[in-house]
């Protein structure tokens, strides 16, 4: 064991305690990294592995096609009813309504309490964070865990179903 050499925070130690060091800032690092990956695939909603994982390549298409015929108006109303993002180009909101309507409605954020979550793996969802309106500025959030979906909610008001999706029980909207 060598004596005298600088670790990273400036102090000297020995070679071991430096190397164990360095070793747990690397650990840190990687886990920093995974969850700036899973948080920036799910600022685009649901990744399209998680759709075709989860639906059937039939049921994509149909959901794909009927969400595709609405109009951009009709398509920012079902994303209220939902409580979901109502901002982008139509791609972008028949995308949120395709994995809605597929899969379920992203949970609230269990953390903050003022965002939707999104998708950043099958089951692991992350907070985009929220505007304050009070201070003028946007919260972030570090929410990134497990959530569960609720029903998606149609055209006529009643609850659609979508794979192992429970019912809703006064999600906020």
């Not at 600022?43 to 075709?52: F, K, M, N, Q």
């Not at 009927?66 to 079902?78: A, T």
């Not at 109502?86 to 379920?104: I, M, P, S, W």
Request: glycine share 12%; charged share 30%; proline share 7%.
């Amino acid at each position: 064991v060598v004596v005298g050499v600088p670790c990273r925070s400036g102090q000297v130690a020995g070679q071991e305690r430096c190397r164990a060091g360095r070793a747990m800032a690397d650990e840190s690092a990687k886990e920093d990294a995974a969850r700036e990956a899973r948080r920036s695939a799910g600022r685009a909603g649901a990744p399209v592995a998680v759709l075709e994982a989860r639906l059937s390549a039939d049921k994509l298409a149909a959901l794909r096609a009927k969400f595709g015929k609405l109009k951009v108006p009709q398509l920012k109303e079902l994303l209220a009813a939902n409580g979901l993002s109502r901002t982008g180009a139509k791609a972008e909101l028949v995308g949120r309504c395709v994995e809605g309507a597929g899969l379920g409605v992203p949970p609230m954020c269990p953390l903050c309490g003022h965002a939707r979550t999104r998708t950043a793996e099958d089951g692991i969802f992350v907070c985009p964070g929220y505007f304050d309106r009070d201070a003028g500025e946007v919260k972030r959030c570090d929410f990134d865990g497990p959530g569960q979906r609720t029903a998606w909610i149609n055209a006529d008001g009643q609850p659609e179903l979508g794979v192992d999706v429970p019912p809703r029980t006064g999600d906020p909207a």
